[in-house]
């Protein structure tokens, strides 16, 4: 199967980003690099949309 992370052909790719995380924080070189596309650091980036829900409104 295609992961959606790391677009590569993958016996069992990762089904969310905290699935990619934990592999990166295991060194799984496909993991890593997509984790370092996705912003990488401690806060891994969050699907767009999901962190809006206090930004803007007063």
Do not use: Y
Request: charged share 20%; with cysteine.
């Amino acid at each position: 199967m295609i992961c959606a992370f790391c677009q590569q052909d993958v016996n069992d790719p990762c089904h969310n980003i905290q699935d990619m995380q934990q592999r990166a924080e295991n060194h799984v070189d496909r993991c890593e690099n997509a984790f370092e596309r996705q912003g990488g650091g401690s806060h891994p980036q969050r699907a767009p949309s999901t962190d809006i829900a206090s930004g803007g409104k007063a």
